[in-house]
């Protein structure tokens, strides 16, 4: 069994490498540098035509998309060890939160990072092919952004009112969302209106990864 993994430092791909500490999973890493144009470059084009990471190479298959590498890693490697549902409505609720979490909370993450200047914690980096030109921002954008922020977190504040985590016990799909919520908090996104949101993302930072991945952040 192999697996690569391409990343780069403080992006998306920090979800992948979130998912493959709690599975225990070996790799080889290769480090690449969004503002230096490695994601753009021929090399990197032929593995993602997409230019993004995360992508992983797993016995000589290339996957991009962090949710199609979350749930791939969490049900080849994950439900033997606990961490991802076994077939049944419960793989459905998993897949349901990690695409959720993309389509909707990524999406709106990623467009308030494009507006917020290029110095600010979070903000899109200026190599990044989401970089909006400073000329180009528009307060309406950023207004947006955040009202669909605020759509997203009260979603699962009440999904957290009912459960300690979003299938009951902990499972990597916490894993991915909380990075998603981390990135959101490093943007000095408020979590005071989602008392459950905030109380789950503690529970998650007692978990020995998460909460290594957040001392490593400061
Ligand atoms: N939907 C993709 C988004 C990945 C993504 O946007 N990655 C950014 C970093 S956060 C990237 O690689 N950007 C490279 C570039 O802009 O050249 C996923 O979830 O994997």
New binding site residues.
């Given amino acids: 069994m192999s697996i690569t993994f391409y990343y ?1 430092p403080m ?3 920090s ?1 992948t490498e979130a998912v493959l500490a709690e599975l225990e999973l070996d790799y080889q890493g290769v480090e ?1 540098d ?1 503002d230096a ?1 490695d ?2 470059s021929q090399s990197f084009l032929k593995i993602n035509p ?5 992508v992983i190479i797993h016995d000589g298959v290339t996957i ?6 979350t749930l791939y890693l969490g049900e080849t490697f994950g439900v033997e060890k606990a961490l991802f549902p076994a077939l049944g409505p419960s793989r459905g609720e998993a897949m349901k939160w990690v695409v959720w979490s ?1 389509l909707n909370l ?1 999406d709106a993450a ?1 467009k308030l990072a494009a507006q917020l200047s290029p110095e600010a914690p979070g903000a ?2 200026k ?5 909006v030109a400073v000329e180009l921002r528009r307060p309406e954008a950023l207004v947006k952004a955040k009202a669909d922020m605020h759509r997203c977190f009260a979603i699962l504040n009440a999904a957290l009112a009912q459960r300690r985590f979003l299938l009951n016990q902990y499972s990597i799909v916490d894993t991915h969302l909380f990075v998603l919520v981390a990135w959101a908090l490093f943007m000095e996104w408020d979590l005071s209106a989602f008392p459950h949101v905030d109380a789950w993302f503690a529970r998650c930072i007692a978990r020995p990864v998460l909460g290594a991945m957040m001392s490593d952040d400061q």
């Fill in positions: 780069a992006s998306t791909s979800i690449l969004i144009g994601t753009q997409n230019a993004r990471v995360p991009w998309e962090s949710a199609a590498i993309n990524a990623g899109v980096q190599g990044s092919q989401d970089f």
